[in-house]
Nanobody
């Protein structure tokens, strides 16, 4: 059974850094598309970045140059390093995976974690 679990969310000051992790079970992360999305209160869930075959595929303009996705094959985990955090990065961050899709649209992903809260104070 596929399961995704996010961790690492926290309260951090503007300009700080956080590292989020998505631990996967039931599949190997380098064989599926794994993506990060985020959703702020009252807003639509939005694309952050995705990885296919253990490599970066796409990244949102809003986080380009600040966020980096990486894969730890030994732990079957996908990480999101977030630097130079801004107040507008405040959101629940979700890990998603799908066997076939490499899409920015969250509706195309079959498997989801429960999310981890990132709050950036200004």
């Amino acid at each position: 059974q596929v399961h995704l679990g996010e961790s690492g969310g926290d309260l951090v000051q503007s300009g700080g850094s956080l590292r989020l992790s998505c631990a996967a079970s039931g599949f190997t992360v380098n064989t599926y598309t794994v993506a990060w999305f985020r959703q702020a209160p009252g807003k639509e869930r939005e694309f952050v970045t995705i990885s296919k075959f253990g490599m970066n595929s796409r990244i949102a303009d809003s986080v380009k140059g600040r966020f980096t996705i990486s894969t730890d094959y030994a732990l079957n985990t996908v990480n999101l390093q977030m630097n130079s955090l801004k107040a507008e990065d405040t959101a629940v961050y979700y890990c998603a995976a799908d066997q076939w899709s490499i899409d920015r649209n969250y509706r195309t992903y079959n498997y989801w974690g429960r999310g981890t809260q990132v709050t950036v104070s200004s």
